[in-house]
């Protein structure tokens, strides 16, 4: 198993990803330090509806947070499919079916290198969430939208498993090839839907849209969004688990076939 899970890593280049993941963090603590709730600018200060100062930089920094999720997330999906596309490149599950190897190891190691990913982008996520919150001012309201960036962060990586309960199988049962054509058309399905909403939904729906009352529905059901963030990952992984255990199934029964 750890050598799987090995070669994966290097398919990857995971030492590479790991030296600019570490230097990007780095990079993000410096322009924190520099640019600090502190950092008094004329330039840069704002006042909010309920009369408080804001330094807008802690506002482009809030900013920039969930976009790192997302790269995050997508990161997760582009890794599994690099390590796919290594192993029918490189014929390694001809190999394997050659040698004496339970079939059950290589489809566990990539569920467990999903899982390790996942896991590991949460952490990065998270710390670059402790640097921001270090060097933010105690203005409430972005005190409150830092908050919900924390709030989001499980639940959202839990998302990646439930993608992965799909993705794993598709990839391991059917090829790199054609997942990539059931994910090009869930994807032409979603653009069309979002196409269709701009030209005949209900447009006024985004004229009401304010991130601030967000803000404080989040704030006031504090501890439903806690009680999502505990049981998110629960239920995500007992799902990702019978996904793993119907892939062993049917993927035993194909490799059998070409055997």
């Known amino acids: 198993?750890?050598?799987?899970?090995?070669?994966?890593?290097?398919?990857?280049?995971?030492?590479?990803?790991s030296i600019t993941m570490a230097g990007l963090v780095i990079?993000?603590?410096?322009?924190?330090?520099?640019?600090?709730?502190?950092?008094?600018?004329?330039?840069?200060?704002?006042?909010?509806?309920?009369?408080?100062?804001?330094?807008?930089?802690?506002?482009?920094?809030?900013?920039i947070l969930p976009s790192v999720l997302y790269v995050f997330i997508m990161l997760v999906s582009f890794c599994f499919n690099k390590t796919v596309v290594y192993d029918e490149k490189n014929k390694v599950r001809s190999y394997m079916l050659a040698l004496p190897l339970d079939k059950k190891k290589y489809v566990a190691s990539k569920y467990i290198f999903v899982g390790i990913l996942t896991y590991v982008f949460l952490s990065l996520y998270y710390i670059?969430?402790?640097?921001?919150?270090?060097?933010?001012?105690?203005?409430?309201?972005?005190?409150?939208?830092?908050?919900?960036?924390?709030?989001?962060a499980v639940p959202s990586m839990c998302l990646v498993l439930i993608m992965?309960?799909?993705?794993?199988?598709?990839?391991?049962?059917?090829?790199?090839?054609?997942?990539?054509?059931?994910?090009?058309?869930?994807?032409?399905?979603?653009?069309?839907?979002v196409v269709a909403f701009f030209l005949f939904g209900d447009l006024d729906i985004l004229d009401k849209w304010d991130f601030l009352k967000l803000i404080e529905w989040a704030d006031k059901h504090a501890f439903e969004l806690t009680v999502v963030s505990i049981l998110s990952p629960v239920i995500s992984l007992f799902f990702f688990w019978l996904s793993y255990k119907i892939t062993v199934f049917f993927y035993e029964r194909k490799e059998g076939m070409d055997e």
């Open 128 to 152: 670059l969430l402790v640097i921001n919150n270090a060097f933010m001012s105690d203005v409430e309201r972005l005190v409150n939208s830092a908050n919900l960036c924390m709030a989001i």
């Open 27 to 63: 990079l993000f603590l410096i322009f924190r330090v520099i640019f600090s709730g502190n950092y008094i600018n004329e330039n840069f200060m704002a006042v909010t509806e309920a009369g408080e100062m804001v330094n807008m930089l802690d506002v482009i920094f809030l900013t």
């Open 164 to 193: 992965h309960m799909v993705d794993i199988p598709v990839n391991l049962l059917f090829g790199n090839v054609k997942a990539r054509t059931f994910q090009t058309i869930f994807w032409l399905m979603v653009g069309f839907a």
């Open 1 to 17: 198993m750890g050598g799987l899970l090995y070669k994966d890593f290097v398919s990857i280049k995971g030492k590479q990803v």
